[in-house]
T-cell receptor
Framework: DQQVKQNSPSLSVQEGRISILNCDYT??????FLWYKKYPAEGPTFLIS?????DKNEDGRFTVFLNKSAKHLSLHIVPSQPGDSAVYFC??????????????FGKGTKLSVIP | IAGITQAPTSQILAAGRRMTLRCTQD?????MYWYRQDLGLGLRLIHY???????GKGEVPDGYSVSRANTDDFPLTLASAVPSQTSVYFC?????????????FGAGSRLTVL
């Protein structure tokens, strides 16, 4: 059973417009959510995170929104730039209290920003 | 530059051979992880270690083993490689503790089993 779902394998956006990447989850125990960005032939790099007690976190052009009741989060990139073209992974963790700090990842969404 | 070093970068291996992927971190992170990335399947956790001397199984542990003799090193061993283990393998580390567990990833090891 996939606990973190990214239902859109790919997304194309014009440069300067908004990119919205979506992620759904099923595990109510998740208390932190993270977005990673991955370029070809490189490892994933951390982009932004949000705690389950918040509904929004912003860092420059990147904003993550969390809707706990819908078990849904989204990453907004405004304005989109060609350098943002990459695969974006949504990830979640169920907290440190259990002694395990694993991240569960979605399958990723490939974003293409068209100049 | 602080981070994670993985070796080899790429390897072609005959089925049935033994292979160890190496991973070293210099950030003194407590926790380390091995993920595999396959097209359409995202990143799946193979094994993890919350601290030196302990290891645990992730989502897809069969056919793999790990050890954590010290804080810095976390090798992944395929005892007898099979073609379904063809993948890109990423090692990662994280400080753990409270808050978001931000993982730092290595550049990956591309393994092809023929």
């Amino acid at each position: 059973d996939q606990q973190v779902k990214q239902n859109s394998p790919s997304l194309s956006v014009q440069e300067g417009r908004i990119s919205i990447l979506n992620c759904d989850y099923t595990n109510s125990m998740f208390d932190y959510f993270l977005w990673y960005k991955k370029y070809p032939a490189e490892g994933p790099t951390f982009l932004i995170s949000i705690s389950s007690i918040k509904d929004k976190n912003e860092d420059g052009r990147f904003t993550v929104f969390l809707n706990k009741s819908a078990k849904h989060l989204s990453l907004h990139i405004v304005p989109s730039q060609p350098g943002d073209s990459a695969v974006y992974f949504c990830a979640a963790s169920a907290g440190s209290g259990a002694g395990s700090y694993q991240l569960t990842f979605g399958k990723g969404t490939k974003l293409s920003v068209i100049p | 530059i602080a981070g994670i070093t993985q070796a080899p970068t790429s390897q072609i291996l005959a089925a049935g051979r033994r292979m160890t992927l190496r991973c070293t971190q210099d950030m003194r992170h407590n926790a380390m992880y091995w993920y595999r990335q396959d097209l359409g399947l995202g990143l799946r956790l193979i094994h993890y270690s919350n601290t030196a001397g302990t290891t645990g199984k992730g989502e897809v542990p069969d056919g793999y083993s790990v050890s954590r003799a010290n804080t810095d090193d976390f090798p992944l061993t395929l005892a007898s490689a099979v073609p379904s283990q063809t993948s890109v393998y990423f090692c990662a580390s994280g400080a753990g503790g409270t808050g978001a567990n931000v993982l730092t990833f290595g550049a990956g090891s591309r393994l092809t089993v023929l």
